[in-house]
């Protein structure tokens, strides 16, 4: 046998290997992917620990109709986690409208201004940005969601963000980078997702993913992620035989680009953990009974480990 062929042979089926894996997705170069996971756990933790992320998130309640004294001393209807003892007072309307009167020497600002009377846009799914009350390092607005009116206070200063040490994870598998089939229905669908708190969030299933684990079929529907431009992400909500034990019992969250074609990838290993797993202070939605796997899912973020 002549080694020198041979050996040239192997070099070049290789080479074939890796410029297929270039330019086909489902292929998969072990090395290269390892590296992209956690290339992706650490811009995962950064996002976490940036000034804006879930970390900062260190108050909130619910609002209905009527007036509220609003600041930090314990006297107030709306008692603040930090900021002025005595931020002014809040309007809440029979129209949900709310118009927030701010009292001097607070220290306060809304627009680059000192805050005095003004309307207050609340965050909305898909709609446009809240109106947001700097307190030094905190702000204060407020959030919609579904029928439900509610508050957030998130200060970049916060111990649970200043603590926080990372997440544990599943040692990263190539086994749960699953080639799924994917079946678009003829029209989207409409479906109601249930949040953390109970509230029912809007959202649409454009299909479904059928993929295989060890011989065995399973699907998942995802919805259209409002968050990305014009849709073009899928937003996978599930549970599987992990949930409430090795990770968050409500849900686990999947991300996937719309596919172009019948096939998408599933990547466990890039689960997250939702944002209320992080923080009280946020609604997230949990699992639909038709995305709860008879399944362990062991790859992606645990939750026990948490460190806050």
Request: net charge positive; hydrophobic share 40%.
């Amino acid at each position: 046998m002549d080694f020198r062929k041979w050996g040239c042979g192997l070099l070049l089926l290789l080479a074939l290997v890796a410029c297929k894996q270039q330019g086909n997705p489902f292929l998969l170069d072990s090395r290269q992917y390892f590296r992209e996971v956690e290339q992706w756990r650490s811009q995962r933790i950064a996002r976490l620990r940036a000034p804006d992320g879930w970390l900062s998130y260190i108050g909130s309640g619910r609002l209905k109709k009527g007036s509220y004294h609003v600041g930090s001393a314990a006297t107030n209807d709306v008692v603040l986690p930090a900021g002025p003892e005595h931020l002014g007072t809040l309007e809440i309307g029979a129209d949900g409208a709310a118009v927030i009167h701010g009292l001097a020497g607070t220290g306060a600002s809304l627009n680059g201004k000192p805050l005095r009377q003004a309307t207050l846009q609340p965050v909305m799914e898909g709609g446009r940005d809240a109106s947001r009350i700097q307190l030094g390092s905190g702000e204060f607005y407020l959030v919609r969601t579904g029928t439900m009116l509610g508050w957030r206070y998130r200060d970049a200063g916060s111990a649970r963000r200043r603590d926080f040490r990372g997440i544990e994870y599943f040692p990263v598998e190539a086994r749960w980078r699953v080639e799924a089939q994917w079946h678009p229905f003829p029209e989207a669908r409409k479906a109601v997702l249930l949040t953390s708190i109970g509230t029912p969030l809007q959202a649409t299933v454009p299909g479904e993913a059928v993929f295989e684990i060890d011989g065995r079929s399973y699907r998942l529907q995802p919805v259209l992620d409002d968050q990305a431009p014009a849709s073009q992400r899928l937003f996978f909500v599930f549970t599987d035989r992990t949930s409430g034990r090795e990770t968050y019992g409500g849900a686990r969250y999947l991300y996937a680009a719309v596919p172009q074609g019948d096939k998408l990838v599933l990547d466990f290993n890039r689960s997250q953990n939702p944002p209320c797993a992080l923080t009280p202070h946020v609604v997230c939605p949990i699992a639909p009974a038709i995305n709860r796997l008879d399944l362990a899912v062991t790859a992606g973020e645990k939750y026990q480990a948490l460190v806050q």
